[in-house]
């Protein structure tokens, strides 16, 4: 029995992907423009001719269906009967839509059934995702909140009786903060450390002098300049404000450890874009002459990004941070990791940061 599969996961619910499903107009944006056929009610017409591993049109007729879980349908194109059967299982993120066609009556060229899988995954992987965002986009309400949305501020009232929010009370908080404000300056510059007084400053101090003709046991009165200067305390009394000393924090004069292996490489790339989201790509290079160690690659999201659909590396992902891990490359050789990354923002452009080993990636 001959057969061909195609699967994808999506950050849509079940239901919106049947709707896409079941839809003949978005049937048509994703996959091929649909008609009922005017002799046959029931009987529906994909437009597939010219498309690759497609010859001809193909007429299907729905033998089952369960609403938001299954369809299946019998087809004919060219002399030849298949069965198509489309699965939705739910995920954490949205679900996984799972396409599987069986041959039941005729045969396919191996270039023939590699091309049409093919068609098959680049609709799924490509066309359907786009479409799906569209659709929500439709369907999200931006008129909702604009009637609980205010430009008023929220007034602070004082304890006992209510004061009014005229101009004048508008005047003295205005005059209020600006008297913190210098308050705050003011304080901040007596708790300033005054500058280092120099001993050329001290040995200007005015000194009492006697004359000649005085008594010895006569002094004349000090002058105002000496007496404030007898009140102030000398540099010399006051304590001393200078940090102690510090350990020395300068590095060991022994050279830095090399890496023990080759020093991998990465590049990221936008591989596909859509309305609400992406895929994106990391390739790591080991451009050495033996294996590396174990890898980490980081990517930074700058918004509410999260991702799915991971090959090629172990990840997890805590908050706007992705953690991709994987085994060593070989020498001369390359590892790709690939992800979808479902964004709020309208044709989202990439990451914020990629980072290989600590080291940034190329292409960011």
Known sequence: MIEISAQVDLFHPADR????????????????????AADEPGRLLFATAGMPGFDDVVGAEVVEQRAAELVTMRCLEAGRRSLLTCTLTPTAEGCRLALRET????EWTPALRGAREQSYQQALA?????????????QVDLRRGVAGMTTELPMLEWAGKPRSRNRRGAVLLTAGVGVLLAGGATVWALRSE?????????????TATVTGTAPSSTRPAPSASSARSDRTTSPSQRPSRTPSAKPSRTPSSAPPQQPSGPVLTA???????RLLGYTGEVAISNPGDVAGADWTVVVTFADDSEIGKVSGAEWRQEGKTVTFTGRPVPAGQS??????????????????????????CAGL
Request: hydrophobic content about 40%.
């Open 126 to 138: 490509n066309r359907l995702p786009a479409i799906l965002d569209w659709f929500a986009f439709q």
């Open 103 to 106: 041959l039941q009556d005729g």
């Open 194 to 206: 005054p500058p280092e007084q120099t001993g050329a400053h001290s040995a200007a101090t005015p």
């Open 267 to 273: 590049r990221y790339e936008n591989v596909n874009s």
């Open 335 to 360: 590892q790709t990791i690939r992800f979808d990354v479902r964004d709020s923002a309208a044709f989202a452009k990439g990451p914020a940061s990629c980072a290989i080993d600590g080291r940034p």
């Open 17 to 36: 992907v049947w709707h896409a499903l079941t839809d003949r107009e978005l049937l048509g944006r994703w996959f091929a423009e649909t008609t009922a």
